[in-house]
């Protein structure tokens, strides 16, 4: 896939979102250094803390996962792709991408089935403050929805190339 240019209009949103989860992980670094001042100085800790690190992580990590795609910057095994031109090289382009796509869309319904069920349960995580789980788990279907779109353009710039 080609990756995203200045002019294009995604440039915007993918530097919004790389800023956004660049400043997560900044808070979640923060977080972290709060909890050892707090474990060392004051001999004491909060759950809290460490869960918010770790949710805050993932969500950063989670949210910037569909601008990987335009970037290039997914795991591709290139070899494959170099040993065909022509037609075989385009029905390869569009079956991969069709893949992504799939894998995309399976996640995110997966994820909204599940947030679902954690919702009308009313799960929440057994902590000081009780959190719910629906809340923290709501990155997996927003960043994979994300990454469908993305792969649905991937898929519309394979079918139009030429190879």
């Known amino acids: 896939?080609?990756?995203?240019?200045?002019?294009?209009?995604?440039?915007?949103?993918?530097?919004?979102?790389?800023?956004?989860c660049g400043y997560l992980l900044l808070i979640a670094v923060f977080i972290s250094l709060a909890e050892i001042v707090a474990r060392v100085v004051f001999e004491t800790s909060f759950d809290l803390f460490f869960s918010f690190t770790v949710w805050i992580s993932v969500w950063s990590m989670l949210l910037?996962?569909?601008?990987?795609?335009?970037?290039?910057g997914h795991l591709s095994v290139?070899?494959?792709?170099?040993?065909?031109?022509?037609?075989p090289r385009w029905l390869l382009e569009v079956t991969l991408a069709?893949?992504?796509?799939?894998?995309?869309?399976?996640?995110?319904?997966?994820?909204?089935?599940?947030?679902?069920?954690?919702y009308q349960?009313?799960?929440?995580?057994p902590t000081y403050i009780a959190v719910p789980k629906w809340m923290v788990e709501l990155c997996v279907p927003i960043g994979m929805s994300i990454?469908?779109?993305y792969a649905l353009a991937g898929l519309i710039?394979?079918?139009?190339?030429?190879?």
Do not use: H
């Open 1 to 20: 896939m080609e990756t995203i240019e200045k002019k294009d209009g995604l440039f915007k949103i993918k530097e919004i979102f790389e800023n956004c």
């Open 64 to 72: 910037i996962t569909g601008l990987l795609l335009p970037e290039g």
């Open 78 to 87: 290139d070899f494959l792709r170099q040993k065909f031109s022509g037609r």
């Open 98 to 118: 069709l893949v992504t796509l799939g894998y995309g869309v399976f996640i995110t319904w997966g994820s909204v089935l599940f947030i679902s069920q954690l």
């Open 121 to 125: 349960r009313e799960s929440v995580f």
């Open 147 to 149: 990454f469908s779109v």
């Open 157 to 163: 710039k394979a079918i139009r190339k030429k190879w």
